[in-house]
């Protein structure tokens, strides 16, 4: 069973930085996804950064210059906030697919691209 745990949350001032990390344990092999979603309260979850196995990265546009998405290996996939906004705060998961689940574009950033999601981590930014 493939388990996905979200760290380094946490309160920042408008302006400031975090790092995200979404450690994935169990099997993925070959040809996968990465996304990073968030949910403010009272908000549908959305997708805004997400990463395929061959080094494809997709961006919202809400974040796109302010946000990076990485990955340090298979099992352990970052994301580095910068420029933090007020309307960042939020419940931040990360999710993963089954292998060979092709995603691309605006896929990468579709809830029902994903097969395994984490538990979450806060992020909240005051201004």
């Known amino acids: 069973q493939v388990q996905l745990v979200e760290s380094g949350g946490g309160s920042v001032q408008a302006g400031g930085s975090l790092r995200l990390s979404c450690a994935v344990s169990g099997y993925i092999y070959g040809y996968y996804c990465i996304g990073w979603f968030r949910q403010a309260p009272g908000k549908e979850r959305e997708g805004f950064a997400g990463?395929?196995?061959?080094?494809?990265k997709s961006y919202a546009d809400s974040v796109k210059g302010r946000f990076t998405i990485s990955q340090d290996n298979a099992k352990n996939t970052l994301l580095q906030m910068n420029s933090l906004k007020p309307e960042d705060t939020a419940m931040y998961y990360c999710?993963?697919?089954?292998?060979?689940?092709?995603?691309?574009?605006?896929?990468?950033?579709?809830?029902?691209?994903?097969?395994?999601w984490g538990q979450g981590t806060q992020v909240t930014v005051s201004s």
């Open positions: 999710a993963a697919t089954r292998g060979g689940i092709y995603c691309s574009g605006d896929s990468l950033l579709a809830r029902v691209t994903y097969n395994y």
């Open positions: 990463i395929v196995s061959d080094g494809t």
